[in-house]
């Protein structure tokens, strides 16, 4: 063993500690000189705005990337990281934020990656395989998810659970997890919570990152801030406005802004009992001036439901009306196209939403190609002077707007997606949780966003896995369970724990 | 050292104009090469004899392009390009009244071809490789069935005198086959980067999902582009029949490899969403120029491929790691 002191007055060293990191990538500085220390039996939260150097952060100490400068320790040994395998030897395990599942391998497979349980001849036991990771899921109180289903065939919800229990099942004692609750509804952040409680409790660290206030203040024991790629502190029970103010620099005087009455019940978008993959007896009415909220656990058709009302997913059966005139989607062009016209924002705005390398134009006029073309040859004038005009009326922060838009923010992201569609003048907006994994002060941008535009007239379908978001932000909220719409709630009963509470009643008695 | 890379930084070449730039740089430094080992390499002469072989490789190399930018592949370029080539010298039998409907003809069962090629992937989902290079086979079939394995007739004609011209004729000191490869460079390059049709190509191949949430016909946009890969792979055949005079067996064989290397060498991202036309173009120079080096150098063909494949390797390898770096 290398110089391995023991620390003064008996303390022991950190479990794990960084200092003086500095990483850059191309120009941009993710982290420049941030320091970092979490202690055995903590759990500790990271809590920053994007690009903050949180995930680099994590990256590094899980020994994924290589800092530029700076130092790693584990135990209070120096250690330099050439891959995760030498994390992993530590005992330091990473949960990564984008999933790194094979889809076409069975949740058994997956779990046991590299760990497989083998005959005599060298060859995996393929039942054995199959019990272990029962055994495994079993033990970590994760009884809903089948090992031997394809991992493709499983909700995302239920694909980031495998994910952490992959790695929770090499038991390491220190747990790194990258905003491991963003597609997790209020049920397996209970889980969850529960899980590193445990791990807590057997004196293991657990350092881990969210965008959720509650969720961080419910369980971390300390919380170090992260503000432009450095720490501003480490603190042990802050408010939450004053974390807020540390993080952004500023003083957000309300999270949510105030919500004006709906004025007249015109209504822009009705639908009478909807049916099809994932859905049943839908009906609900959207009215001009309206924010509409859909709640409820995830993988209980919000998803679906956006998917049919955008055309993207056939109806069974049901009528959807827009402006009173019943619709027939065959796909998004006729939803785009239909009278007041619906969007979307996708679930997941970097697979389903953007064109990443393409420029932050291309991405914006992509739905309005055939207004701004004449006989096919796209006006590059009008084009240049209508982006211009949006990007300034929703603040986009981009270089230029023939900048890519995969280098812009994840707000900025979300408001591309958004201009989108105002400038395709859709008058009903379907944004399907536009705030996941998005900081503090770009969710306040966004939130008033949404008055502005519901203001102005158009109506708004708003789905969030966040109840405290929907209950403060919506006129009304659907709680949808089992594909069906388990409650509709106005204010003023409408609160967050109402919502939780018609998500997870018991199970609807067909 | 400062200065010259500010000025580059200054210049702020996109990656696409980068890699064309490569591919012609490599072209010139071949023909210096070429010199060397076989002094009046670099004539004028020589030079034009290049690009007019080049050009019946930029030609197809369009079509494919078109394809590998949304993602997809056509390996169906050497039997529609055979077919297309004895279907013209058939139906027009060598002659110059019969010429306008021959080529009509000739262009439409290209660009029909492709259309199937396209309506496979598009509704059946039916993977590029699987389907274009089915089609390939049947195109085979067909075209050998038909002429009797080239043995008929109609199979012996010449094509007709203004097709032979439309290669061959010099216009300004250099033959019109450039010329029209030129337009054709305009053209394309025109369509990809100004046209709604060329966005929605580029958005497909970016993202064909995103694209479809975004209200775009990928379909429609997708039966197109194979369709115009079908009609430049039987525009090339036209014309490589005007350039020889006469149609053979096998004739589109080159053009399949080399087609798919000029759009990998010009910097078209080979899974789709990156790349332009006018890489595609100096990517075909510059295969050209080394092909004609390397017959220069009086190497064999066995040792002519495996150069082939080795670029190939080593370009796709640089380009990645360029990707990875950004």
Known sequence: MTESEPAAGG????????????????????????????????????????????????????????????????????IELHGPDQAHLRGAWTVFQELTLLPW???????????????????????????????????????????????????????????IARVVIKNPDILLLDEPTSSLGEHEVAWLFDLIRGLRARGKCVVFTSHRWNEI????????IFRNGADVGTYRGIEESEAVTLMTGQRLDTLFPPLPPLAAATPMLEARDLAGQGIDEVGFTLHRGEILGVGGLTGHGHRELFL?????????????????????????????????????????????????????????????????????????????????QIAQALQIKAPSLLHPAGGLSGGNQQKVLVGRWLLAESRILL??????????????????????????????????????????????????????????????????????????REPLVA | MARGSSALARLRLGRDRRRTLYALAAAAMLFVLGEIVHPGFASLDSLEAVLTVASFVG??????????????????????????????????????????????????????????????????????VVITLAMNGIMEGLTLGLSGGLTCQACA??????????????????????????????????????????????AIGNNLRASYLAGISVRFTTVMLYALSGLFSALAGILLVGFGGQASLGMGAPYLFQSIAAVVIGGVYILGGRGSYIGAAAGAASLTALVSVLLAMNMPDYGRSIIYGVVILVLLLLYGREESER
């Not at chain 1, 970092?36 to 990337?65: C, D, P, Y």
């Not at chain 1, 700076?70 to 135990?75: C, L």
């Not at chain 1, 932000?473 to 709680?479: A, N, S, T």
Request: with cysteine; glycine share 10%.
């Open chain 1, 308 to 388: 049919t009302l955008f055309g993207a997913q056939r109806a069974g059966r049901g009528t959807i009306r827009a402006g009173g005139k019943a619709l027939r989607l065959r796909g998004p062009r006729d939803a785009i196209r239909a009278g007041l016209g619906i969007a979307l924002v996708p679930e997941d705005r970097k697979t389903e939403g953007l064109l990443l390398p393409m420029a932050v134009r291309d991405n914006l006029t992509l739905a309005i190609l055939d207004r701004i073309s004449r006989l096919g040859v796209v006006r590059a004038g009008r084009e240049r002077e209508m982006t211009r």
């Open chain 1, 105 to 163: 391998m069975t949740v058994a497979e997956n779990l046991l990656l590299r760990h497989e349980p083998r005959g005599a001849l060298g060859f995996i036991h393929r039942r054995r395989l199959s019990r272990d990771a029962d055994a495994a899921l079993e033990r970590l109180g994760i009884r809903h998810i089948d090992p031997d289903a394809l991992v493709e065939d499983i909700a995302l919800a239920e694909r980031q659970i495998v994910e």
């Open chain 2, 157 to 202: 004609s010449y094509a007709p005198p203004i097709v032979q011209q439309a290669v061959h004729r010099q216009i300004l000191g250099a033959p019109a086959e450039l010329y029209l490869w030129l337009a054709v460079i305009i053209i394309v390059s025109f369509v990809l980067g100004r046209t709604r049709f060329g966005r929605h190509t580029y």
């Open chain 1, 11 to 78: 303390v022991l060293p950190p479990a794990v500690e960084a200092t003086g990191l500095v990483k850059s990538f191309g120009g941009v500085r993710a982290l420049a000189g941030a320091d970092f220390a979490a202690a055995a039996g903590e759990v500790h939260a990271l809590v920053g705005e994007n690009g903050a150097g949180k995930s680099t952060l994590i990256k590094i100490l899980g020994g994924r990337l290589r800092p530029d400068a700076g130092s790693v320790r584990f135990g209070g040994e120096a």
């Open chain 2, 59 to 128: 030609l197809v190399a369009a079509g494919q392009t078109f394809v590998v930018l949304i993602g997809g592949i056509d390996l169906s370029v050497p039997w529609i390009l055979n077919g297309a080539a004895i279907l013209l010298v058939t139906s027009s039998l060598g002659q110059n009244e019969r010429a306008p409907y021959a080529v009509a003809l000739t262009l439409a069962m290209g660009a029909g071809v492709g259309m199937l090629n396209g309506l496979g992937v598009a509704f059946l989902d039916v993977p590029a």
């Open chain 1, 217 to 224: 203040a419910s369980i971390a024991d300390r919380i170090t």
């Open chain 1, 431 to 504: 944004l399907y949780d536009v705030t996941r994994g998005v900081d503090i002060a770009t969710k306040h941008e966004i939130y008033q966003l949404m008055l502005r535009l519901v203001d102005e007239g158009r109506a708004i379908l708003f789905y969030s896995s966040d109840a405290e978001e929907l209950a403060h932000l919506c006129h009304r909220v659907l709680v949808m369970r089992e594909g069906r719409i388990a409650a509709s709630l106005a204010r003023p009963a409408l609160s967050a724990e109402a919502i939780v509470a018609a998500a997870v």
